[in-house]
């Protein structure tokens, strides 16, 4: 690999910095097996799982160390809907779109939600609290409209359970950032 | 003995036929005479089979097969048409309009887009569906290519001529869905990307979702004004290809109309890039013989294509060293024009006003490139127009260009050699070089004219010429695939080359992003339509008396009233420049 670029130890070294020494090991051990491209998306999911989103600077940083363009990098990144481009905030909000909670309104959830966050579907809020996504189902129609914020479910809610809810969220960030 | 390949029977509309195995439904129809409709595919770039126009009917096969990248088998049996398939085409093409913007008229691609001729082929008469259509905005931070996302049909051919003919890799489609873009890594814009504004995704686009930074607006406006003193130059492969615009046979030289439509646009003189090459020539001889009498860095690699040099700065600095100090031949023409002529006709260089028509949209790039400001940060080069560009003005002012009577390049930056023509094509800088290398190395005059062994150069070629007591080995490629075969070759140290000729586009300046769309039924990169404008340029060179650079009296002119000698301080001053590592660094 030190031919592939003029100044390959420095570049070397930025990536590594950027990406963390684990995950440089790994792409040091895909390089040895046959096909090493083949293992960009098994790096994806790494660095996300490691930094919570995949920045220009990881993608880049992935780009240099595989050894593959990093136009070829984005476009597989951006293809994926579980993979993130932008840092995600400290809590993931859920809103179940499918069948059983549009029908009992969780357009109007969602429409809350955006409103008191001042975000969109995909957007992380400016205080890096709150992620708001889209689910298809979550498999607990019994309980529609839901939202799942982290891991917690919270069922049957009405647009003016949202702000309250949001609250004890905000709360628990600020307990944990003092 | 190449191992012979199994052969296939099949039947096509009726027809029998036995081709190679391997061979794709499209390739076995095409032996036939059947040209199955096709949008994405490509013969030079890999298949995709993105946009399903070439579908056809295979019996016992319940759903329609893309003849692009279906193989055929044994016993098989298409149908190419019938009522059904014809329907599928068509409901497939106006599917792809559905999401198009619909502003033919005012389009860059009017009656030359190949998704609007297919649309009249496919016999789309209405449209039937008004659903919602993608939005994107035009992207214009390049100064050489524009991208208008809305016009992409996504069928992948940029993608594919940026990573397989050039190596850059610098395009990919992003997201998915309605919402996939094809864009530089990061959704970044061009001018922040790996690009080398080589235009050839402007060339191969069925559509206009890459088109040139258009240049003809200051172009006109200097043209309308009186305090300007507009000079244009035309590089060599204007002249092979501009009759194409007009309906003219490709390979028809026409310099002769090119220069009276120059003039009657109101160009106050038409100067030659060719005398710019024959310059550059001398110059770089002179560096070469330099570099071989003082151990200099070897090979030395050819610097006039302006996206090669940008390449060179993203992909492969370490070898910067070895691209020739020399300007490209336009650089050193505009150069000459704001200073030796400027000064002979008494004209203030800030009133003189250097439009270049060039075969390239690097071009309009290098022009703005800070090592080719003026010190007093003017450019040089004020305007850069391509082939294209310049066939529309001719339109656009009602010039009848096929009936046009010849006229000849203004002195004294219009007197060339045929050395400079033949620039224009692969391998032609090459052959101008030995020219002048052999006599300059020997001290006699040339034994020989022409290097037929540098000519038409498909991708990539070496070889032995020997120079007096030099036998030089030398290289020429042309698509950055194919040099990259040659630099890294440099790099591994096994093989010493002592010139080497390298030019971003296929088949050289002739295959350049600016060129003219090929007519209908001719595809763009077609090696047959690049070896025919490249066999006007050595027809032009072949039929010259004066065909060797350093016997240009214009050329001599200069030195000896100007410049003082080749390489001498003033020479190196004005006519050469230096190289820099760029970044995003790219991944080679």
Redesign the interface.
């Known amino acids: 690999m030190s031919?592939?670029?003029?100044?390959w130890p420095s570049?070397e070294a930025a990536a590594k910095e950027v990406l963390g020494e684990e995950i440089a090991g790994f792409i040091e051990h895909c390089r040895a097996l046959p096909h090493p491209e083949s293992n960009l998306i098994a790096v994806l999911h790494r660095v996300q799982a490691k930094f919570g989103y995949l920045g220009?600077a990881h993608?880049?940083a992935i780009?240099?160390l595989m050894?593959?363009?990093?136009?070829?990098?984005?476009?597989v990144a951006?293809?994926?809907h579980f993979f993130r481009l932008k840092p995600r905030g400290k809590f993931m909000i859920n809103v179940c779109l499918g069948t059983a909670c549009y029908v009992k309104g969780a357009d109007r959830i969602a429409q809350k939600i955006i409103e008191e966050l001042g975000i969109s579907w995909g957007e992380t809020s400016k205080d890096g609290v709150f992620t708001l996504e889209g689910a298809r189902c979550l498999g607990t129609c019994g309980l529609a409209p839901v939202v799942m914020i982290d891991q917690e479910i919270h069922g049957q809610l009405t647009p003016d359970q949202v702000p309250a809810l949001l609250e004890k969220y905000l709360k628990k960030a600020r307990e944990s950032s003092t | 003995m190449a191992k012979r390949k199994k052969k296939i029977n099949l039947t096509i509309d009726d027809s029998k036929i036995q081709v190679n195995e391997g061979t794709t439904i499209l390739e076995a129809a095409e032996q036939l005479g059947i040209r199955i409709p096709r949008l994405c595919y490509h013969p030079d770039l890999s298949l995709a089979g993105a946009c399903r126009v070439c579908v056809v009917e295979v019996k016992g096969m319940n759903y329609y097969l893309a003849a692009c990248s279906t193989p055929v088998w044994e016993g098989m049996e298409v149908r190419t048409n019938s009522p059904e398939i014809r329907q599928a085409r068509r409901d497939i093409v106006e599917l792809l309009l559905d999401n198009h913007p619909m502003d033919c008229q005012t389009c860059e691609r009017d009656g030359r887009c190949e998704l609007q001729n297919l649309a009249y082929a496919m016999g789309v008469r209405a449209r039937h569906f008004e659903g919602r259509r993608k939005r994107f905005p035009i992207e214009l931070s390049s100064h050489a290519v524009v991208r208008d996302s809305e016009k992409c049909v996504l069928c992948g051919r940029c993608v594919r001529v940026c990573a397989e003919i050039q190596g850059v890799h610098n395009l990919s489609q992003h997201g998915r869905g309605f919402h996939t873009i094809v864009a530089p890594a990061h959704f970044a814009d061009m001018d922040d990307s790996a690009c080398i504004q080589c235009g050839q995704c402007i060339n191969v686009c069925p559509t206009a979702a890459f088109t040139e930074k258009r240049g003809a607006g200051p172009v006109w406006e200097a043209l309308a004004d009186p305090s300007k003193h507009v000079v244009v130059q035309t590089a060599p492969s204007i002249r092979a290809a501009i009759g194409e615009g007009f309906g003219l046979p490709p390979g028809t030289p026409a310099t002769g109309q090119m220069i009276t439509a120059l003039r009657r646009l109101g160009f106050d003189r038409v100067f030659d890039t060719d005398l710019g090459a024959d310059l550059t020539i001398v110059e770089e001889a002179h560096e070469l013989l330099t570099r071989l009498e003082d151990d200099g860095p070897l090979p030395m690699i050819t610097s006039c294509s302006p996206g090669w040099i940008n390449f060179l700065e993203k992909f492969y600095p370490e070898l910067i060293p070895h691209a020739s100090t020399c300007r490209s031949p336009m650089m050193m023409l505009s150069v000459l024009t704001k200073t030796y002529y400027a000064e002979r006709s008494g004209i203030e260089p800030k009133n003189i006003f250097m439009t270049a028509v060039m075969p390239c949209v690097a071009k309009k790039y290098e022009a703005r490139r800070p090592e080719h400001l003026m010190p007093d940060g003017a450019p040089y080069t004020d305007a850069v127009l391509t082939t294209r560009e310049l066939i529309w003005m001719i339109k656009c002012y009602g010039i009848d260009f096929v009936d046009l009577p010849a006229g000849e390049f203004d002195a004294p930056l219009g007197i060339a050699s045929g050395a400079g023509d033949i620039f224009g094509t692969t391998g032609g800088v090459m052959e101008a070089t030995l020219r002048a290398a052999s006599e300059l190395i020997t001290g006699k005059p040339a034994d020989r004219l022409e290097y037929l062994e540098v000519r038409a150069v498909e991708g990539y070629r070496e070889t032995y010429v020997a120079v007096g007591e030099h036998n030089l080995h030398v290289a020429v490629a042309n698509g950055l695939t194919n040099a990259k075969i040659l630099l890294d070759k440099i790099k591994s140290g096994k093989e010493r080359f002592h010139v080497i000729e390298i030019m971003a586009c296929p088949g050289g300046c002739v295959g350049g992003g600016g060129q003219p769309y090929p007519p209908e039924g001719v595809k763009v990169l077609d090696p047959d339509l690049l070896r025919r404008r490249a066999s006007a340029l050595y027809a032009i060179d072949g039929g010259k008396q004066l065909r060797k650079s350093y016997e240009n009296p214009a050329i001599e002119e200069i030195y000896s009233s100007f410049l003082g000698s080749p390489g001498s301080p003033k020479a190196v001053e004005l006519l050469h420049t230096h190289y820099q590592a760029k970044l995003p660094r790219g991944i080679r």
Request: one cysteine or more.
């Open positions: 031919t592939c670029t003029d100044n570049v220009t993608l880049d780009a240099q050894q593959i363009p990093a136009a070829k990098v984005s476009g951006s293809f994926y």
